[in-house]
């Protein structure tokens, strides 16, 4: 086992840092069982720091979501699949920040719901984290009120360079991963990535402190982290859409507008994926599907929405999806802590 | 308190059920604080009983989805809510089925997604029930599986009249309720309506064993079902939308297509039921839910699709929901035990 | 040919109206081949008269589009067609209204698109309607523009009792016909509707002395109208979705959330309609339509969205609907006028 | 006045031309107000030629729809438009192809749209191309019917590099413009697209020789194109979305899934064009455009989809768009006829 350190230059110049998939050189190469220890950036790149700090004033929103990465993943060919497992995920400051941001999020208009009302108010919120404690503190801003909720780390963007040589803004989700916005991708998952080029170049940011599913005003609880994951290669195995796994469930991701195809997306690739796992006929496994299948939303606000279809293996006797992968970066992972 | 039981023709003629939300003649009047213990028919009418019954030839697609009532609620009256807790809801039968229709379900086309492809194949799984195991036995049709999934009793199908004059059928959800196919509606669950018409005209239906989220070939383990319930009326209250409760979470749904826009009703109807329950701005229970709200999908292949929005009421310290019926209701259910 | 007079009574109380396609007694028969002259209020029932009239304050939201029948075919009988052919469409009085409501129209959050913002205004314009210059005068409210628009008479609301026991507002469109909008129902059309119950009952209103495509802001120049329809039957041929025909088109409707849908059921069955009508193979169909269709939305506001797909006459050499009804009915209009 | 010649290798190897708009090079520089005669392939690159060549087995998926250009026009920055005028489009062959393809099109399953059906038959359509007669003949392939079309030439492809660093596939269209693939991208239209970037990046291709609305099976009348072009630049002056305009119509393109997003953009869009262009309160815009809009659909089956909302000029007394810039070019094309 090898554990690498990638360091990120806290300070540097915004413009310069990474905000697509593809459309940018990799930073570094990564060879397949390797774990890689880093930080990444909150998704205003540190520059939301207080309640009077507005989003849309104190940030260029050419430059929002910075990556850590792109990796070069070693051997890496389009057809592959690489398995991400994420080891731990922690904040990296005491202070996380939500807001909400003029014609973004799903209970308002936007460029693309394009309506005729005024946007909504511009606020900003300012949470105290207490990592030891696990605990996100919430402070309503018109009244008096304090909630501490748990501390869920996560994070919302995970991805490779998409296909057709496409450079997608890391603001997006799509079949190559990227902003996806799921609270599954937490400490403990693995998260299965299709390659689409060379080296996949798998880049990852957006650290979470917690989020609800539906992200519904459009940004979580941000905040930088330091991150451990580990990286696989399992050759020759396509993966068309990002899958999920964790000790207890196996996970689909669709993302798309209308939400529905993103259902239908997650959902037809746990059929098949469930098909190829238990040899059970497509319509079996449909109706499988159909009877145990929790589906999670994960955002209703990115430019494609993403929704999670997951099967708890409990109900999958006898499956092992791509060979046992999850289960040996687990192993990896407990190793090392 | 007062129990009261109401007894189904199990042989009624199908013709002369009710399969409509409005539309059909009050069943028998309620008092508010009456337990109601009565049984419903699964959605095809207990015809569909074996692997070789295809629903669309031994039923009559008129007749689908026949619900017990409607119950008169005595002093409902529009712009008032009821609650209908749910004492137990238990299978009245040893076994349950689901099929495949074609031109029915998520993941194949349909009369309103019309597209030139052939339906798939139409199929009927039967499962073996065990109350007292809590056990839904599936068996894989063309291979050798078998699995047992946990026994999680709900009921597809609950609502009242709908408003301006309409009749909707039993197997489309809307703000009346209806066929919501929402696994949360469980016993223990409280589910609040709004009121539209004089009486409200309580009905319910669709027993499920049990269902993955989503609903996603379009049919749950369908069975016929023993179910006491309590019902209150809440005066002067309006509910918009169909709100649950238990005793974990607050919960609203929204019923629309496209799915997006049934995601926009429930979170929208979470915020402002949590801006009510607070005392916050709608900005800052906007925030809140934001960050803790669980969006778990109900179906995605009735005429309407619906999403459920839910937070845990540990996140909302001090709140009560319409003061307290939850928890008197739940309170009367445990003593009838 | 029979010419018969259907008179309204244009004081009733709006409470005694039908409102909704099913759920309503005929008010007369009527035998096939007949001519029928009748008057069809505005959707506000002529409540809304200046620009200080609000619909919201002026109006019982609960009594909105009254429809003009619902008239039994005789003879019409489930699976059957009529066929709807408008002879003349000519506002009864020199003025119409368009409003906007709020949470109503295609450019503003709604009770289904929910969302935060506070509603658009609602405002209310008078046009001056020329019948003999057929010139509708739009009048800005905030400034002193003034501009005249050719008068394009149509109905918005067509249709007959949907199926499965239902009862629609009509307010809504849908396979039944109902609140469609589209300015392709004008004098010269023939309107197909397919038959679900006995008798049909037939019903029509919400007078348009002209509309854009998409009714973006919801209202239309309504107005009360004197039509004159001529109706056929067209025994043991089924019609999923309403179909149009004037001397120049074929056309296809759906009605459908979300757009795409609406897209996709007019196109589906303008591929099935010329299969039929040219002998050709579903795939060849789906290709001529692919290059010959025009689509012209006709309503993004309704609680279903409508599109239509048609296809000239010119395009499909040897093509006859419904063995030439629509030949016949437009000889039948010209000899009374 | 300047008219440049810009010669494509029309023997190139396809791996070497440009498929995205963003992420490649100009390849040459366009002074403002000049005029460019060009040829554009069709979106196989001509290697479908016969009803027995299946596109999925003749082309690389990977190279479908080659872009001619990018083309730098000198001084573009962003924050301004460029107009694109046709001066003429031109089919440079005497045929034209069209085809479907496995899991693309508007009424088949597709990767995001995803089902469990079979895809549909892959086929290949040859029509022949008289251009002197301008006629397109369409013939079946399983029965023997001929039709002959009239010729609407028209670019399905027109856009300029997107913002955010983003290199976006040429199927698909966006605000950039792109594969917005509607008919009215004809000679005699002037095209307006914001720029995103220095020099804006003008590409275009993807010629139809005609191509219904909706481009239902996805794929157009698709051939090789002479065209010539005419460029202006608009200092200082966004656009949002693409503009249209030609002696008729102002319009205004959406391109969004769902297509009522796609609906909202362009007519959001209208509203605010006509504010400015009449001096119109928002409130007035969105009652003129409501009443006044025309709304055919341009593409139903690309990864966004695309809406034309367009108001006749005759009922904008007093309108004129982007200070008379379309005159001027419609000029200069007659110049030089």
Same mark, same amino acid.
């Given at each position: ?86 080891? *731990?995920? %922690? #904040?990296?400051?005491?202070? =996380?920040?939500?807001? /909400? ?6 209970? $308002? ?60 803004? *890391?603001? %997006? #989700?799509?079949?190559?991963? =990227?902003?996806?916005? /799921? ?6 998952? $693995? ?60 996970? *689909? ?85």
């Amino acid at each position: 086992m090898e554990i690498v350190r990638y360091d990120v230059d806290k300070e540097a110049d915004p413009a310069t840092l990474v905000y697509t998939f593809g459309g940018a050189e990799a930073v570094a190469s990564i060879r397949p069982g390797t774990v890689v220890s880093t930080w990444t950036a909150d998704c205003y790149g540190g520059r939301v720091r207080s309640e009077s700090d507005m989003a849309t004033q104190v940030t260029d929103t050419r430059y929002i979501n910075p990556q850590t990465g792109p990796f070069h993943i070693e051997g890496a060919e389009p057809g592959d699949t690489i398995a991400v497992h994420f080891c *731990s995920i %922690t #904040p990296s400051v005491d202070w =996380g920040v939500s807001t /909400t941001i003029p014609l973004f999020g799903a209970l $308002t208009a936007t460029p693309y719901t394009a309506m005729l009302h005024e946007p909504l108010p511009e606020r900003t919120w300012i949470y105290d984290l207490d990592v030891s404690a696990r605990v996100v503190r919430y402070r309503a801003l018109d009244s008096d009120l304090t909630i501490d909720l748990p501390m869920e780390p996560m994070h919302g963007t995970v991805g490779v360079a998409p296909p057709l040589g496409e450079a997608r803004s *890391s603001l %997006t #989700p799509g079949s190559w991963g =990227g902003n996806m916005d /799921t609270p599954e991708m937490r400490a403990g998952t $693995t998260c299965y990535l299709g390659v689409n080029v060379p080296g996949a170049l798998l880049s990852l940011g957006d650290g979470h402190a917690r989020q609800g599913e539906g992200e519904t005003c459009g940004v979580a609880v941000e905040t930088a982290m330091d991150t451990v994951f580990a990286v696989e290669l399992i050759k020759g195995v396509p993966t068309p859409w990002p899958r999920l796994e964790d000790d207890t469930f196996i996970m *689909s991701t669709g993302s798309a507008r209308p939400l529905e195809d993103a259902f239908r997306i997650s959902h037809a690739d746990l059929v098949q994926w469930i098909c190829d796992g238990l040899g059970l006929s497509p319509m079996d496994a449909y109706q499988l599907v159909s009877q145990t299948a929790l589906t999670p939303v994960a955002n209703v606000c990115d430019s494609n929405y993403t929704v999670v279809g997951k099967v708890a293996k409990s109900h999958l006797p006898g499956f092992t999806g791509y060979a046992g992968v999850h289960d040996r970066l687990r192993t990896l992972a407990a190793s090392i802590r």
